[in-house]
């Protein structure tokens, strides 16, 4: 037996339902590092592909929201997007607001979580060029 087909031998039994833990795809495909960069109070969201998107089939959903608001607002330019980052200078143009931004992937009909940025404030992270 070749170490593929090992492997599958060893998921078929690991697995014997066929049917992965809903959890563990959700979990897996949660974009990681998701963090605001800024220049001259250009703000973009940037994250990385959760651990289990090998493909290009994943698409990308963004939100945002200003620190105490309860609502999040879908970036509608952001929203199902094949890209690892997205503009939200707009979003966030008042430079002495902390805002976040959230990220969500789907592929093959599975939905991640969310994962969330640390607050964000570009008056703070936002640095000059002179």
């Known amino acids: 037996m070749t170490p593929k087909h090992c492997f599958l031998g060893f998921l078929i ?28 109070f250009h703000n973009i969201l940037h994250w990385q592909p959760g651990r289990a998107c090998t493909s290009n089939s994943s698409i990308y959903f963004v939100q945002y929201k200003t620190y ?40 093959a009909g599975i939905h991640s979580g969310w994962t969330m940025t640390q607050r964000f404030t570009p008056w703070w992270e936002s640095p000059e060029d002179f």
């Not at 563990?24 to 949660?30: M, P, V, Y």
């Not at 200078?89 to 430079?95: K, V």
């Open 68 to 107: 105490g608001q309860r609502q999040w607002k879908n970036k509608e330019d952001c929203w199902g997007i094949l890209e690892f980052f997205c503009d939200l200078t707009n979003e966030t143009s008042d430079i002495q607001e902390p805002y976040y931004g959230r990220v969500r992937t789907t592929s």
């Open 13 to 40: 039994s690991f697995f014997p339902t066929g049917v992965i833990e809903t959890q563990s795809a959700h979990e897996c495909l949660k974009p990681q590092r998701v963090h605001f960069q800024s220049r001259n």
